[in-house]
Every structure is written in structure tokens, then in C-alpha cells.
């Protein structure tokens, strides 16, 4: 039970000279296993009184109309943020799931146009047609990948783009071969784009440009961070880019491996 994780850095020095140095990570690594038990423990045990709270809630709005406004004002603000919470909770969960184990046991081909056409179709339904969602499907290969998985990182993505972009933009999901032999799913718009200072961080957890719009939007700062992750597993490699005015793009490339 002594194992020990080291960590490893050699430099080269010329042909035949080298600088091995060992650190011992050992620490660091259970420090780490415990931060995503413990993010993962309370998310689920905060699952059941939230779940409570909103059945509470939906009976006293069933009960509106009888109420003085105050109140019911107030029981639609509860809902709100009880909504909110569930949402933080849930995507939390998601995260240290992802984080902990190492995924790939449900791993099917998939068809790319079916799930990027259902998730045009819920970004539609966020966006309540104020925004135009195209689907654009230049291969018919298949991505070998979970679907669960995959829907929840492309939603975020799609949904961020309804939520960051104005009235009236243009989003569009793409499924392509690029010249490298790598398959492309990409997440375009062309909204206010993103201050190319904030790309790097932008997939760590609770990460967001601008707190004040973000909260408005009900966004949980997760999206991204979990995009990533998903990503990770699937060996895929996500990459944003942006012209701050000219909207944002999202590209997650696959290995050819992974495309059948
Ligand atoms: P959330 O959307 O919950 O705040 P995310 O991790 O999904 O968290 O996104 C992080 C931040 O990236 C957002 O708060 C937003 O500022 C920015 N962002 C994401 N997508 C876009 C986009 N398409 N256009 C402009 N900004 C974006």
C-alpha cells in the first residue's frame, strides 16, 4: 500500500548528457482525490432538500391566485434561485464525475448530424427563435464517443452562444473532416466575441468574463470547464477563438482514431 506517484522532468543536454529530477506528487494527488469526493459528496447530498424546496414551491405557485402579490412575487423569486442552485448542484456533480473516473466504457459510434440537429433544436427552444441556429454536416463519418457526454459538452457550447450573443445573431454547428485527418465539431457565432485576455481561463471552473451579465443569464460558470472534460476523455482537444465585435468560435477536434 506504499505506492507512490512521481513526477517526472528530464532535460537533455546535448547528445549524451541528461538532468533527471523526480518529485514525489504522492500528496498532492490524495489532496486532489479528496477535493473531488468532497465537491462530489455535497453536491449529491445537496440534491434532496433542493429537490424538496422546488416541490414546496411549485404547490405554493399552484396557489398564486390566492395569495397576497407580495408573497406570490417573492415564491416566484424562490423558484428562481432554487432553480439556479439545482442547476449549480447538478453541473457540479457532472464535473467531479468526470473528473473521477476515466470514462469510456459507453462509447458508441454516434451520428453527428442527429445530436447536433437535436441540440439546434433545444438552442432554438432557449433562445425562443430570437436567434438563427444552423446545422452544417460536411462528412458522414462517425464519432466514436459517449452521447450523454458529448450532448451535454456541445449543449453548453450552443447554449452559451444564445446566452452571450445579441438578439438576431447567427449560430452555427458544423461537423467536418479538417485536412489533418481530425474531426471537427465547431460552435460558431459572430456576437460580441470574447477579449482574447479571458480565452485562457475560460474553462476553469466559475471562470466568467463578466460576473454581473453572467448571473443574469443563469449561467453556473461550469459550462465550459465541463465542455473540457468531457472533451478530455474523448481524447479531443477543445480550442476557442475569438475576434472581440465578431462573434466566437469553439472547434472540438477528434483524433482520426476516434471517427469511424
Ligand atoms: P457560464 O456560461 O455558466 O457563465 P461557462 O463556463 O459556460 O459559464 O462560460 C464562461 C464564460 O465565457 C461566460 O460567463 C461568458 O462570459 C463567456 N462565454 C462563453 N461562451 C461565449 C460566447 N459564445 N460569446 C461570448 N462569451 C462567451
Redesign the pocket.
Known amino acids: 500500500d506504499e505506492r507512490r506517484i512521481l513526477q517526472y522532468q528530464i532535460t537533455l543536454y546535448g547528445d549524451d548528457e541528461r538532468l533527471v529530477m523526480a518529485r514525489d506528487i504522492t500528496r498532492l494527488h490524495q489532496l486532489e482525490q479528496m477535493r473531488r469526493d468532497f465537491v462530489a459528496n455535497v453536491s449529491h447530498e445537496l440534491r434532496t432538500p433542493l429537490t424538496v424546496l422546488a416541490g414546496y414551491l411549485e404547490t405554493y405557485e399552484d396557489m398564486a391566485e390566492q395569495l397576497p402579490p407580495r408573497l406570490s412575487k417573492g415564491i416566484q423569486r424562490m423558484q428562481e434561485q432554487t432553480l439556479r442552485m439545482q442547476n449549480l448542484v447538478n453541473?457540479l456533480l457532472l464535473l467531479s464525475r468526470l473528473e473521477i473516473d476515466q470514462g469510456g466504457d459507453d462509447h458508441a459510434e454516434l451520428e453527428v448530424a442527429p445530436l447536433l440537429m437535436s441540440i439546434a433544436e433545444d438552442a432554438r427552444a432557449l433562445s425562443r427563435r430570437r436567434h438563427t441556429l444552423q446545422v452544417e454536416i460536411e462528412s458522414k463519418k462517425r464519432l466514436l464517443g459517449s452521447e450523454q457526454e458529448l450532448r451535454s459538452a456541445i449543449s453548453?457550447?450552443a447554449?452559451?452562444?444564445v446566452?452571450?450573443?445579441p438578439e438576431g445573431s447567427t449560430?452555427v454547428l458544423r461537423w467536418r473532416i479538417e485536412a489533418s485527418g481530425e474531426g471537427c465539431i465547431e460552435?460558431t457565432?459572430d456576437?460580441?466575441?470574447?477579449d482574447p485576455i479571458?480565452i485562457p481561463r475560460?474553462?476553469?471552473?466559475?471562470?466568467?468574463?463578466?460576473?454581473g451579465?453572467?448571473?443574469a443569464?443563469?449561467?453556473?460558470?461550469?459550462?465550459?470547464?465541463?465542455?473540457k472534460h468531457v472533451l478530455l476523455r474523448h481524447q479531443a482537444q477543445l480550442t476557442?477563438t475569438?475576434s472581440p465585435g465578431k462573434?466566437?468560435s469553439?472547434y472540438c477536434r477528434f483524433p482520426a482514431g476516434r471517427l469511424r
Open positions: 453541473d453548453n457550447l447554449f452559451n452562444a446566452r452571450y450573443t449560430i460552435v457565432d456576437g460580441e466575441g470574447i479571458h475560460l474553462t476553469e471552473r466559475f471562470y466568467r468574463v463578466d460576473k451579465r453572467s448571473a443569464t443563469g449561467g453556473t460558470g461550469l459550462g465550459l470547464a465541463i465542455a476557442i475569438s462573434g466566437a469553439f
